[in-house]
């Protein structure tokens, strides 16, 4: 089952124009959603940033919260994923329009979500390899979960085949980024750093947890630029996602870290935040909006 | 009517399915074909160019020139623009795969032909603007027509709110690129001068029309990289599309070019491109087609 534009139907039965904009010109983007046992985690988060970047592009998003959370849960139910550990994708685009780069005066933006069984991650450390590509920080959609992922698979694509788990983005002033789906930290003698917005990185949902956290728990933490030469030397590197959630890295290149170890502060926050999803929207929540729905 | 993966059908009945990696992923590419009088422009560059991209990013694109050929004039006849000009475009996605950024072992392409009339290109001089987006040297898609189209769609929609009919990107070394759809010309005291692909640009089609004709016709041409100074000193500015073709440019952000009029080597060239369609594939090769086709 998915959600297209209002309706739940069979994925087999459900299309996409072959005029969307999102098809022809990658014009939308985006949210990854994390559920675990039927609770949809950060739901306001994702909310806030699918709005924050639909308004940019000024692509018009209708749905309230409250319409989106009944949305999303009606799904895991047609999809047998109430109780369940799932991952669920909220797609927007502009919606169809003529030949050309201009949108339409008259958007008609796609809706979709799908909703997927997704086991409790297993962490495997992660081998990653510097992407020759650099991340354009002087574009908008470096900070946008947008639809233009082709560089990314590129990328990710070029590790795999060099035996790599994943990627890392410099920007194009040389400076850390990001991996090809998720944020980086790395821990120093000075505490544990992230790089900044400005540095051409997804403000991700994870990664504001995560500093979140170390917050509570008097972890230094900063948000400033990252030199390579930082990385290469940090004690821990880590990247963060909604799904692979604190993912360890234990080699850059052909550059051990931590002696090829996973790191007691990696290993900590690990801890801290599968405790922190009692953050998480309640179930209480949840059932409100299903009671709104019954009534 | 489309064609979609081998089949003519009704543009109402033809859908994409919704987990096309070219819907979720931008993981495709496309061309924009010219048609003049249902000649068929320059279709082997075309398709040489496809090609060369599909292979780069090992997606299968298994039609023959031939069968494309085919493929395109018949939608024509069946667009009922058999003898008309039109603009074609054909969009290969790696088709459809399970979530995450690794294409999956077993790829069944999406092939998309969409055609339609598009009447003699008409050109209205255009003031342009210089984006603060960079274009992205560094990404193999900066020399790819990706999907990856959102960074144009949003400098292009920048630029038509600030009243100017197009933008001009810089790559991230500060040196001029391309506009949103087209490469970019200018004309100095030493010659015509067009950024290297190794600038970032697209390997346009009707660039290497015009850099031939250049060269035909004794007149000095290089591929060079071209500072934003040039620019703005340059005698004449022009843009190249297969759409557009030669498109003068007279101004850029507040600076005129060449006082605010088309430039006599950019009209000159007008006239030199028009007659060379001449060059384009000949009728005969497409009747020898639809001849193979019916006996």
Excluded: W
Excluded at 19 to 28: A, E, K, T, V
Excluded at 93 to 114: H, S
């Amino acid at each position: 089952m998915i959600y297209l534009n209002g309706n739940f139907i069979d994925q087999d039965e459900a299309k996409i124009e072959t005029n969307d904009r999102g098809f022809l010109l990658s014009d939308g983007i985006f949210e990854t959603i994390r559920v675990y046992s039927g609770v949809i985690s950060r739901l306001s988060d994702h909310y806030n940033r699918l709005k924050k970047s639909a308004d940019f592009l000024n692509i018009p998003f209708v749905m309230s919260f409250n319409e989106l959370n009944l949305a999303l849960h009606t799904l895991l139910e047609k999809s047998d994923l109430k109780d369940k550990d799932a991952s669920m994708r909220l797609t927007l685009t502009r919606g169809t329009g003529p030949r050309g780069l201009l949108p339409p005066e008259k958007v008609n933006p796609t809706v979709m979500i799908t909703a997927f069984f997704f086991p409790e991650t297993v962490h495997k450390p992660y081998k990653v390899m510097i992407s020759q590509i650099k991340r354009n920080e002087s574009s908008p959609l470096s900070n946008i979960k947008s639809l233009c992922y082709l560089d990314n698979i590129i990328a990710r694509k070029q590790a795999d085949e060099k035996g790599f788990n994943e990627c890392i983005f410099l920007n194009t002033q040389g400076h850390v980024a990001c991996g090809s789906v998720a944020n980086i930290f790395i821990v120093t003698d000075k505490g544990i750093v992230t790089p900044r917005i400005e540095d051409g990185i997804l403000p991700g949902i994870t990664r504001s947890v995560v500093i979140k956290i170390c917050e509570e728990n008097n972890i230094r933490v900063f948000e400033q630029t990252i030199l390579l030469s930082d990385l290469l030397t940090a004690k821990e590197v880590f990247f963060t996602n909604r799904l692979i959630e604190i993912q360890p890295v234990i080699q850059i290149n052909e550059q051990l870290i931590n002696d090829g170890n996973i790191g007691q502060m990696t290993t900590m926050l690990q801890t801290l935040y599968r405790n922190n999803l009692a953050y998480s929207e309640s179930k209480d929540s949840l059932d409100e909006i299903f009671n709104l729905k019954c009534h």
